[in-house]
């Protein structure tokens, strides 16, 4: 198999299921590559990838000036594997503020972006991901509330500004409404009264407020206990007011739309189930398609010799 012929059949294999891929390739140069070969191509090229990924870090991923604006998002969703059923993949996604641009009044895209995509627990993932981020520029994290991200974040990016997502926060108080107040007209007009607060930086008048409410049943003190720990462990990232000031976004809906973009419209498709390892290889090769860094497999094809 020639290397320009090995490059197209990634390519194609890291966008459609095998069978399909094959397909487009007879239709689109005329050439026929079972879907096997196709899978042994796509898997082959992306153990490379993540052989390339382990070795030192990449130069300039990103260049970034000083004064920048950068995020960093991540999150997890779930693919079905052979070996332990439903597996977490983390992935992470890197991107300019300048990069994030309005397109219509109540509709943005994000031009550029780098991601990282790990199949396992969090400490490989940000070993990983601390290898793209770059040294330079202003930092913002914003992430839900798992404890991993900002634990990490306090101890590799304690300059950073840390932001919890807005609709995880407000989530957590629509939910606790719903079940403390049996009036619907009730339920809104305190939800209102606490988005004030939050877009005022009064945290702490929302988190009182809780508190202060009286325990009309058994399951009120479970749904207390859940929203005031949230809230108190995120006090200092929940600041919408000044964020808001500066700019900044407070929603982690790139990254949940990463997912669905980047992650679950190849491994999450109807019927699927992975190897472990070969859900990263694909993952791989997805990540740096979309990364816009589709010169690696080019090199990786021009400098490895490979049987398909």
């Known amino acids: 198999m020639s290397r320009y012929l090995q490059d197209r059949v990634c390519y194609v294999g890291q966008q459609d299921v095998y069978e399909e891929a094959s397909e487009s390739?007879?239709?689109?140069?005329g050439i026929e590559v079972s879907h096997t070969q196709i899978e042994r191509v796509c898997e082959c090229y992306g153990k490379l990838l993540e052989a390339a990924d382990n070795e030192a870090k990449p130069v300039d991923q990103m260049a970034v000036e000083a004064d920048e604006m950068l995020y960093a998002m991540a999150d997890g969703s779930m693919i079905l594997t052979r070996e332990e059923g439903w597996k977490e993949i983390k992935l992470g996604r890197l991107f300019k503020a300048g990069s994030h641009e309005a397109i219509s009044e109540k509709r943005f895209r994000i031009s550029d972006?780098?991601?990282?995509?790990h199949v396992g627990g969090?400490?490989?993932?940000?070993?990983?991901w601390e290898k793209e981020i770059?040294?330079?520029?202003k930092l913002v994290l914003l992430?839900?509330?798992?404890p991993w991200f900002w634990d990490w974040a306090k101890e590799s990016y304690p300059q950073a500004i840390q932001i919890l997502d807005y609709y995880h926060c407000k989530e957590y108080l629509c939910e606790f409404a719903g079940k403390y107040f049996?009036?619907?007209?009730?339920?809104?007009?305190?939800?209102?009264q606490q988005e004030k607060r939050l877009f005022q930086d009064k945290v702490d008048e929302v988190i009182e407020e809780i508190k202060a409410l009286p325990i009309k049943a058994l399951e009120h003190n479970a749904i207390k206990k859940t929203i005031l720990t949230y809230y108190e462990n995120n006090r200092s990232r929940m600041l919408y007011g000044s964020y808001r000031k500066q700019g900044l976004l407070i929603g982690s809906g790139p990254i949940e739309a990463a997912h669905r973009n980047v992650i679950q419209k190849r491994l999450k498709l109807a019927g699927q189930r992975w190897s472990k390892a070969g859900a990263q290889w694909i993952a791989n090769l997805r990540v740096y398609r979309k990364s816009k860094r589709w010169n690696k497999i080019v090199e990786l094809s021009n400098?490895?010799?490979l049987a398909a």
């Open 303 to 305: 400098s490895e010799k």
């Open 134 to 137: 770059p040294i330079h520029g």
């Open 182 to 192: 049996e009036k619907k007209k009730d339920r809104e007009k305190w939800i209102e």
């Open 113 to 117: 972006s780098v991601y990282t995509a």
């Open 25 to 29: 390739l007879k239709e689109l140069l």
């Open 122 to 128: 969090y400490k490989e993932f940000v070993a990983k």
């Open 143 to 146: 992430a839900d509330g798992a």
